[in-house]
């Protein structure tokens, strides 16, 4: 790591290591209690709040919300893991998911994983606060069964890192990290000023927590997902967030070279202004996103059911599931039937999926899983889901 660009020492410093660890790396500050906001910042962050307020009202509003989740967290996943250079696609998340098991792609492994992450962390923390031992709870998780279960899942790292091209070292990287004997000291704060109350508006303190833990770099893998994890439910935790609607990878990722690039301006230039105009920006651009896509949804929902509004038929049942999970066979309406005490028999759940398929509501996909069974794809849900977001507008 290159000292010289390091010319402003407002969040943090170069140090040099001593013995087997004599090289520059980057040791931060404390997380600043107060920022002094620029003009052009705090316009950004109004009109991130304004609509990030939207996306929550819409959540609290709306009929059955929950049908959102899954799909708005799908994005989430498939978007942070694809930052971290992973390819894998909706159709081939929501496939593996219709197998109801069977082998799937390392890249499918890793969103899967990410997905079950943010559901125990969603969990814990509607008992818990934020905390270290939250934190590593949800990294082992993350990163169980997947590449990099070898580097010790669920434990902050013990060894120096560092960040930069392929074949780097300490003395060549863009970035070094703290060495591991600051991390405790550093996710310290970290845990206390995302925990405590504080009159510096949510938003700021969302970015500058995130901003604070990948500069941490506490695991030795993984850091990236569990940052971008941590916004959301940093978010949920303040109350700004009532549900995980916000999908703010997405963003991210269209805009991954800037993404790296203010992080990285703050420690070398402390441009914290332009770092959280930039966040700003992704939390109102995903939000209206998150905002225009669930009205769409629920459009279509409405759609549905009014046309089965004479229907003696179950069929309406099965709209809420569908929106849910694109991808849908009977052993799933059998399941999800028998979970909201309505048990159904698989001729009956099939007949269902005959009748939404007359309705234009599905179309055969083709067989799937154990017995090749048939799944049914929900084309219209899964296009509005998958439609990409025009970030030039």
Known sequence: MDA?????????????????????YYRPHPIPT?????PLTVLALSEADAALGLLNGLGRLIRDPEMLLGSFVRKEALASTRIEGTNAS??????????????????????????????????LT????????????????LMAGVRGQERHPGEFRRSPVWI????????????????????????????????RPSQVPTLV?????????????????????IG????GLFLMSTGRLTRPLLYLSGYLEANRSEYYERLQG????????????????????????AVSRAGRLVELRERYYRQVEMERSRVAALIPLIFGTPFIHARRIELSFANSGGPITTQGARNLLAKAEELGWVSRYGGLGKGSRTVYLARDVFEIIEAPTNYEQ
């Open 126 to 141: 509607a008992d818990l606060p934020i905390t270290e031992r939250l934190i590593r709870q949800v990294h082992a998780e």
């Open 228 to 231: 971008r994890l941590l916004v």
């Open 164 to 195: 930069g091209a392929a074949g780097a070292t300490p003395n060549s990287a863009r970035f070094v990290p703290p060495l591991p004997e600051y991390i405790g000291e550093l996710m310290t704060d970290w845990e206390n000023y995302v925990n």
């Open 266 to 289: 703050i420690r070398e230039r402390a441009e914290v202004q332009e770092y959280l105009q930039f966040f700003f920006v992704a939390v109102r651009r995903q939000s209206e996103d």
């Open 4 to 24: 010289a660009k390091f010319v402003d020492g407002a969040f943090g410093r170069p140090a040099i290591g001593v013995g087997a660890a004599s090289f520059t």
């Open 205 to 225: 303190r969302a970015a500058m927590s995130h901003y604070q833990f990948e500069t941490i770099h506490p695991f030795l893998d993984g850091n990236g997902r």
């Open 90 to 123: 909706l159709s081939e998340v929501l496939e593996a998911e219709a197998r109801d098991g069977g082998p799937v792609t390392d890249d499918v492994a890793e969103v899967e994983r990410y997905l079950a992450a943010t559901d125990l962390a969603i969990s």
């Open 34 to 38: 107060d920022i002094d906001l620029a």
